[in-house]
């Protein structure tokens, strides 16, 4: 409930506010207003439905062209978070013990997230059309000027309808995006360096999976600075978003290509390093929590038992963990605590993250360049030379083409008898012989791709 109330009180005041008696600032909604658009559920719908389809085109593509391996686990990464986040939007929209036939069917065909967006967005649109008699109130504190004003607002039931699904989707995208996109990003891109070819398919699923996954850890964000300054109402200006973002754009795509390119040289070590890094991320707060001597919080469901209690603590720590295996999550468990996140920022430990993690990439990139394979040698130190030689080539070749005869270099032309370019025409020349080992493999690949 208190995180409705969270989301709620991110509905910007009304233009006609009353001084109370208490001293409190009580807002009261007079106009037909629709408040703010779901745009936030529109975005995590396309996202989900444009993975969802991309990934599949991309797997029948690998069905094509036998790679069973490749098709086996881009249908996994696909179809896991899909069923998840069925789950996720039917717990939190409590529909399992109501009479919805229609929306359970669509969740089992993982059509879930697209009846919901019609539904906030027939739910927006309805709203304003006439006055509610049901409302509810919401107190913040807002800065104004270094003041500070306790205000209230009125909440409506199409508010905090809207506010419901915006808290489902905000959920759901960071499970589509640390669950599904950064495996299958990971995937796509390792793939894509052992086949030494890009296909178009592969590329846009790359670039959903990058768009998934930034908005995902954004959302992480902005939660963390919700919960921080919970009594305040908090408005993030534009300028803030674009710097998260790129900062969260940056910090996901250096660490997928450190993984990719540590697996190309050390396959098997990546999966140590990975597991290894889940593993701890996941027993941390359960560390914590044992060394607190502390009881199972009733904050997650009141009817649910002990033994559901702990099933839906361990899904959500798997979620905290994949989160830090790629990013920071920017919040902390607490499962003490009654909304199962501290409210207070650790910079301490996030200081320490920044720098573990840097020394980790810094480790793989070493390793990576140690023992990384021949072929990426030959590639940036013999490919571009060749390249760059062709070129030159070409250019001296059409400077003479365009260059007109002289008659100084005509009058010192001498006739001579010809000879043979090769003094010995029954020995052909052995072209590979004339190569390195190095230019030979690349010659080898070059043929086998083609």
């Not at 009261?28 to 444009?50: K, N």
């Not at 990003?185 to 086949?195: G, K, N, P, S, V």
């Not at 919700?226 to 674009?242: E, G, W």
């Not at 390249?387 to 030159?392: D, G, K, Q, S, W």
């Amino acid at each position: 409930m208190e995180e409705q109330e969270r989301e709620i009180s991110d509905i910007d005041p009304p233009d006609h506010p009353s001084e109370a008696e208490n001293g409190v600032m009580l807002v009261v909604s007079h106009s037909r207003d629709r408040g703010r658009a779901p745009l936030s559920v529109v975005l995590a719908t396309v996202l989900y439905c444009a993975e969802f389809v991309s990934a599949a085109v991309l797997s029948s593509m690998y069905h094509k062209t036998d790679d069973e391996i490749w098709m086996s686990f881009t249908i996994t990464f696909m179809l896991v978070p899909a069923v998840l986040t069925q789950l996720a939007l039917t717990f939190i929209h409590r529909d399992v013990g109501r009479d919805r036939p229609l929306v359970l069917l669509l969740h089992l065909l993982l059509l879930g997230p697209v009846i919901r967006c019609f539904e906030a967005l027939i739910v927006y649109f309805k709203a304003g059309k006439k006055e509610e008699t049901y409302v509810t109130l919401s107190r913040k504190i807002s800065l104004k000027k270094g003041r500070k004003i306790p205000m209230e607002w009125e909440i409506g039931q199409s508010e905090r309808t809207l506010a419901a699904h915006r808290n489902a989707f905000k959920r759901t995208a960071v499970i589509q995006a640390f669950l599904g996109s950064v495996p299958q990003l990971t995937l796509q891109m390792y793939a894509a360096i052992q086949e030494k070819y890009n296909q178009p398919a592969r590329v846009v699923l790359m670039i959903i999976n990058l768009v998934s996954i930034t908005y995902g850890a954004l959302v992480c964000s902005v939660l963390a600075i919700h919960i921080r300054y919970d009594d305040y109402k908090v408005r993030i200006r534009p300028a803030a978003y674009l710097c998260m973002t790129a900062w969260r754009g940056l910090e996901i795509a250096t660490r997928v290509t450190v993984l990719v390119l540590f697996s190309t040289a050390l396959t098997h070590w990546v999966i140590l390093v990975g597991m290894a890094n889940l593993l701890f991320f996941f027993f941390l707060p359960w560390a914590e929590f044992w060394a607190k001597k502390g009881s199972l919080t009733q904050g997650v469901e009141r009817n649910f038992s002990n033994f559901g209690t702990v099933v839906v603590l361990t899904l959500f720590t798997l979620l905290y963990a994949c989160i830090n295996v790629f990013c920071w999550s920017a919040v902390q468990l607490d499962f003490t605590h009654r909304e199962l996140i501290q409210r207070k920022q650790g910079w301490g430990r996030l200081a320490l993250y920044y720098c573990g993690r840097f020394v980790e990439n810094l480790v793989l990139i070493i390793l990576w360049y140690f023992y990384k394979q021949d072929f990426y040698e030959s590639l940036f130190k013999h490919n571009v030379h060749d390249c760059l030689r062709c070129i030159c080539c070409q250019k001296g070749t059409s400077t003479r083409q365009n260059q007109k005869p002289s008659y100084s270099t005509t009058a010192t032309m001498v006739l001579g008898a010809e000879e043979p370019l090769n003094p010995h025409p029954s020995e052909a020349p052995d072209l590979t012989s004339q190569l390195g080992e190095r230019e030979t493999d690349i010659v080898e690949d070059l043929t086998e791709a083609v």
